[in-house]
């Protein structure tokens, strides 16, 4: 987890130690065939209220990688401490549902380390999603909370467990026990990250060795020995494995062997390549501060398998990804992916009667003020919701908010993927009523009126005079 609980410790050694490996030389691993589906992942980019949100990020062959959304933050907690760090997918196993699930924890906009660490959110933040596009608002699931004394909740993951039939969630809690206060592992069993069963101990290090991060990848059979194996930042990076989720684990080693040690890196990101049996295991370089690197394998239970690609054999795009999950895409959910979050510039709305005015949002109420350079006035204009060639207002800061009409007053209002929903967030995009060099924008399902301001207001209006003309024409500027 990208949960710096260590003291600044070795990095800036770290490329050159990892380099120092035996053993043939990496091949970057290729896409099985040019129409396989790609990868997504689901990450944070740092500190701050903007960068422990949730961002994606997309790559073709597993070790290149695009920020979507133009980088911007994809969804936004408005629940719990309203940040969220170490976010993991969780795909159902027919495919018809996802989740994310999230550490609800904002450094540096209200809480600090120590405070997190001995009185921290006992709950994770949960998003729910048919498609993988269109997401529920966040909703807060308290895991921690029947743990005597446990004092947060931290990096969780899940992974479907065909023994129960149902999925077993499990994070980091730090807690009291024995005398010894540290950071566990602890589990539960959910169907649906609304209810959870009692939470149990999961994993937990000798003496006061803590363990915070740990994710779990199924192996096919004929590779090594194990059905799972699992990756866990606890001083190193620890692999075990078992034959059953909940059963005995063994432990197989770890990635010192290479240089990579819990003083530098955490938050170990299992990845299988598309078309082979290669894995990357990703670890965050939160010692150096550098994000996230790959280090590949054949054989995810044998320690002395992995490797570092060479330099210049992978990138990470634009943004700093932190602890987050990787999804194997299919077709139609890359295609839904791709569509949805395209690297639409941002941009603000210009009155042209008022030229120093700008259409913002503030309290979710939609206006034009003056000079507003902030993300409030930034907006990205999507294809329209409720038809082709048509347009909609997604809220830069707000994503998944987009400028809508109700009784011919404006809102920023989260989409819930309904009909009414979509018709009253669309317009088209015409020319403008007071200089054809600018813009109007003509509501879909009331074709009559414009989007205008009034009173510096945002509203919808029949258009009949020259003062509401100048006040329905905008221009899309920086």
């Not at 970057?28 to 949730?54: I, K, S």
């Not at 590779?223 to 432990?251: F, K, M």
């Not at 790959?294 to 054999?313: F, L, M």
């Not at 042209?352 to 006035?377: E, G, L, M, P, W």
Request: with cysteine; aromatic share 10%; glycine share 10%.
């Amino acid at each position: 987890m990208s949960l710096s609980l260590r003291h600044a410790r070795l990095s800036a050694l770290l490329l050159a130690v990892c380099l120092l490996f035996t053993g043939q030389a990496v091949t970057t691993p290729q896409r099985a065939a040019a129409a396989d589906p790609g990868y997504l992942m689901v990450h944070f980019t740092g500190e701050g209220p903007t960068n422990q949100q949730m961002y994606l990020s997309h790559s073709t062959d597993g070790l290149h990688w695009n920020d979507l959304n133009g980088g911007g933050m994809v969804l936004r907690s408005t629940v719990g401490t309203k940040g969220v760090r170490d976010p993991a997918f969780v795909r159902s196993p027919d495919g018809s549902k996802y989740w994310i699930i999230a550490t609800d924890l904002c450094i540096g906009c209200g809480q600090d380390w120590a405070g997190s660490i001995n009185n921290g959110s006992r709950n994770l933040v949960v998003w729910e999603s048919t498609d993988l596009v269109t997401w529920s608002q966040p909703r807060l699931l308290n895991v921690a909370g029947a743990i005597p004394d446990g004092r947060n909740a931290w990096a969780p993951e899940a992974i479907w467990n065909p023994e129960t039939n149902d999925y077993v969630l499990y994070w980091a809690t730090n807690v009291p026990v024995n005398g010894v206060k540290k950071h566990r592992i602890y589990y539960a069993r959910t169907s649906d990250f609304r209810t959870i069963t009692t939470p149990q101990p999961y994993i937990e290090r000798p003496g006061t060795q803590e363990i915070i991060d740990t994710q779990i990848v199924e192996v096919p059979s004929g590779v090594g020995n194990y059905r799972y194996v699992r990756a866990s930042g606890d001083g190193q990076i620890t692999l075990e494995g078992s034959n059953s989720i909940l059963g005995t684990w063994t432990h197989l080693g770890n990635l010192s062997g290479i240089g990579l040690t819990g003083a530098q890196v955490e938050g170990p990101l299992w990845m299988k390549f598309n078309g082979t049996n290669k894995w990357a295991v990703y670890v965050d370089q939160y010692a150096s501060g550098r994000g996230y690197m790959p280090v590949v394998t054949t054989n995810p239970s044998d320690p002395a398998s992995y490797q570092i690609p060479a330099a210049g054999s992978y990138n990470m795009g634009g943004t700093k990804k932190r602890h987050g999950w990787i999804l194997n895409l299919t077709a139609a959910e890359e295609s839904r992916v791709l569509a949805r979050w395209p690297n639409t510039p941002a941009n603000r709305l210009q009155s042209y009667n008022f030229q120093d005015r700008y259409v913002r949002h503030t309290n979710f109420d939609v206006r034009i003020d003056q000079n507003i350079t902030s993300d409030d006035a930034k907006f990205r204009m999507r294809p329209g919701l409720a038809g082709t060639g048509t347009v909609s207002f997604e809220s830069v800061n707000m994503p998944g908010h987009f400028l809508r009409h109700a009784n011919y007053d404006f809102q920023l209002v989260y989409n819930d993927g309904s009909s009414q929903f979509a018709a009253d967030a669309t317009f088209r995009q015409v020319a403008g009523l007071a200089d054809p060099t600018w813009s109007s924008f003509q509501s879909y399902n009331h074709p009559d009126h414009y989007i205008r301001h009034f009173a510096y207001g945002l509203r919808l209006d029949r258009i009949t005079t020259t003062t509401g003309r100048g006040d329905a024409t905008f221009r899309l500027t920086n």
